[in-house]
């Protein structure tokens, strides 16, 4: 027996990066899982079923979750992963990027986890309980150039997990954050795509692991593999991961030690 066996678990974001590897990670555990995403997933298991779903838009999310909990007949463990970086100046932030960035990743991880609660509570009536695991950012706490609107997103879950795991406590459902920086992800792999014009590269002198690693980005700075954090979220899922909640786990390779 592996520790996640039958555990039924919603993953959001899947088609990529973190998501992706999260999903293999709960599939070798022994998982049942679907695994969501506005992209194709190219994923491929016998427990796996693989759907289309908008986290920024409320009526996606309400369909999708209901089916996903139908076809596992139940849940136990959401893993909100989804979630876009878009960068820029300050000075020159639209509201529409302002408001698409927190639509995603704040709004979203709402949404979903709102959907997905009635299950999870039923759920969180056995022995081993139900989990959220949201997604935050070192970006939360810690200072990253040109990222304001999505550092508010992050701390802004940072923040509500807090809230979910005290308010449900008593009621068998866990709520726990992790917090990526300097891991390669869809996000880091199309760094050309979102950061501004006339960056100050100097500024991210800080967010650079002290750990080594093999991976990097496209522009050749170190980062930690994506399976560093999947192997957190089937820890989080799992029994092993029963008295943890209302907490953030920072996964950086110590960039802020």
């Known amino acids: 027996m592996t520790r996640l066996d039958d555990r039924r678990i919603l993953v959001t974001g899947a088609a990529s990066g973190i998501g992706r590897a999260t999903v293999q990670r709960l ?13 194709p997933i190219d994923l491929a298991d016998p427990a796996l079923r693989t759907a289309v779903l908008d986290v920024a838009d409320e009526a996606s999310v309400v369909a999708g ?40 990743n704040l709004t979203g991880t709402f949404l979903v ?33 040109y990222m304001a609107a999505y550092a508010a997103s992050k701390g802004g879950i940072h923040a509500m997990t807090h809230s979910l795991a005290l308010e449900y406590s008593k009621r068998g459902v866990r709520v726990v954050s992790v917090a990526p920086g300097s891991v390669k992800s869809g996000i880091t792999d ?61 996964i950086d390779g110590g960039t802020h030690a």
């Open 190 to 250: 199309n760094a050309g795509s979102w950061m501004p014009g006339n960056v100050d590269f100097a500024l991210f002198g800080k967010l650079l692991p002290i750990l080594p690693t093999e991976s990097t980005t496209p522009v050749g700075n170190p980062v930690g593999p994506p399976e560093a954090v999947a192997g957190v979220v089937a820890m989080l899922a799992s029994e092993d991961g029963r008295f943890i909640t209302g907490t953030e786990i920072r």
């Open 27 to 39: 599939l070798a555990e022994g998982a049942r899982v679907v695994a969501t995403d506005v992209a």
């Open 113 to 145: 986890t709102r959907e997905a609660l009635p299950a999870l509570l039923e759920s969180g009536r056995e022995s081993v309980g139900s989990v959220v695991v949201n997604f935050s950012s070192t970006s939360a706490s810690f200072a990253h150039p």
């Open 65 to 104: 979750v209901a089916a996903a909990v139908e076809h596992l007949g139940g849940l136990d463990v959401l893993v909100n992963a989804a979630g876009i970086l878009q960068a820029a100046h300050t000075q020159e932030t639209s509201l529409e990027l302002w408001n698409r960035v927190l639509a995603v």
